[in-house]
């Protein structure tokens, strides 16, 4: 990761080492903008693919496709490792590029029926009433063979039962509110404002595509670009709660793994939490707690800790912690909250020195 510091000063020789082991166990890289953040990632995604540990990074900025090409150095790059004390060596790491929009990349989708009527009741907040009336909806459906591919697909059916089908539905399956159906499709129609049309549909991703090595063994790394969904965080909390929930049904128990099999870094991590309802979270916590033994890393970038929920970033064993900046009563709150994450020490004074790191130094 780099080298120890005392003073403002680097010590040469003193190399901090992440152990592989770690990454299976979470982790928070957090910190201001312009502090450093991407380039910890790309640090840490690059070296796991060197040791054979594909990764899926989320790039929202757009600023992580450098990755699939070697440096062609830089004289900041040199004086950094003349302070750490080796060589810097040109490389570069496979790269695949995947998108949920008309970004360039290989387009990820999942199927209605993929998600199932439990999974997509929490995703549309839906009261126990309506969510009943989903899971009868997709009974219906299973019994006369009709796959819900997309959200028209879903929408059809919603309207089938409550005009046309209402008496046949009535009959065997009993009688729906078309209130509560009404109530049902306007949410699925905020959710298609968001761009969630683009999500549903064939063919599906399959889970297994991310932990792929190349022909000289290193990690591929999957880089979902998201340049364009800034202003979409239901899709994106949509993708993310989905892709969690496939990796944990879908991979196999590992245990506590020497490396992990694969590490996610979910990028501007406040889109996935600030959308999100109360039963959306718990159930994410669920996952983030049990997804560690299927052997699969989860690492939230931000700007502030304050942002993660609490019963999540308990969590996560590994922060990296770049500068915080105070402008404000509640940027301050922040900053003694994040140094609270660390234990207490006679030798520096934490909330000082998160607001006095500089770029590329970290906690």
Do not use: W
Not at 35 to 56: C, Y
Not at 119 to 141: E, W
Not at 162 to 188: F, H, L, N, P, W
């Amino acid at each position: 990761m780099g080298a120890a510091m005392l003073d403002g000063e680097v010590i040469m020789g003193s190399e901090i080492r992440l152990p592989l082991k770690t990454f299976n166990r979470h982790g928070l890289i957090a910190g201001a903008t312009g502090t450093g953040k991407t380039k910890t990632l790309q640090i840490i995604a690059e070296q796991l693919s060197a040791n054979g540990v594909p990764s899926l990074v989320m790039d929202i900025k757009g600023d992580l496709s450098g990755l699939a090409m070697p440096s062609g150095g830089h004289p900041k790059i040199d004086e950094r490792h003349e302070k750490l004390g080796f060589k810097f060596e040109a490389g570069s790491s496979p790269i695949e590029f995947l998108t949920l929009s008309d970004e360039p990349g290989a387009r990820l989708r999942a199927t209605v029926s993929e998600f199932g009527p439990i999974l997509l009741s929490k995703i549309l907040d839906l009261s126990s009433t309506q969510s009943g009336i989903l899971v009868v909806l997709f009974k219906y459906c299973v019994d006369n063979n009709l796959p819900l591919l997309d959200l028209q697909d879903l929408k059809k059916v919603l309207n089938f039962v409550i005009g046309e089908g209402k008496d046949v539905v009535a009959e065997k399956y009993g009688k729906m509110s078309t209130a509560s159906v009404g109530t049902i499709i306007r949410k699925i129609v905020a959710l298609e404002q968001q761009g969630a049309e683009q999500f549903f549909g064939e063919r599906s991703f399959d889970t297994e595509d991310l932990v792929r090595l190349d022909e000289n063994g290193k990690g591929i790394i999957s880089i979902l670009r998201l340049t364009d969904i800034q202003d979409k965080p239901g899709l994106f909390s949509t993708f993310m709660f989905q892709l969690l929930a496939e990796i944990y049904f879908d991979f196999p128990e590992k245990g506590d793994l020497d490396r992990p099999k694969l590490v996610l870094f979910i990028d501007e991590a406040h889109l996935v939490f600030n959308e999100a309802t109360d039963v959306l979270l718990d159930q994410i916590e669920t996952i983030v707690k049990l997804i560690r033994s299927k052997g699969v890393g989860l690492f939230f970038i931000n700007q502030k800790p304050a942002d993660i929920p609490d019963a999540i970033l308990g969590q996560l064993g590994l922060k990296v912690q770049h500068a915080l900046r105070a402008f404000t009563a509640k940027d301050r709150k922040a900053i003694k909250l994040a140094a609270q994450n660390y234990p207490l020490s006679d030798h520096y004074d934490v909330e000082e020195l998160l607001t006095s790191l500089g770029i590329g130094e970290d906690l």
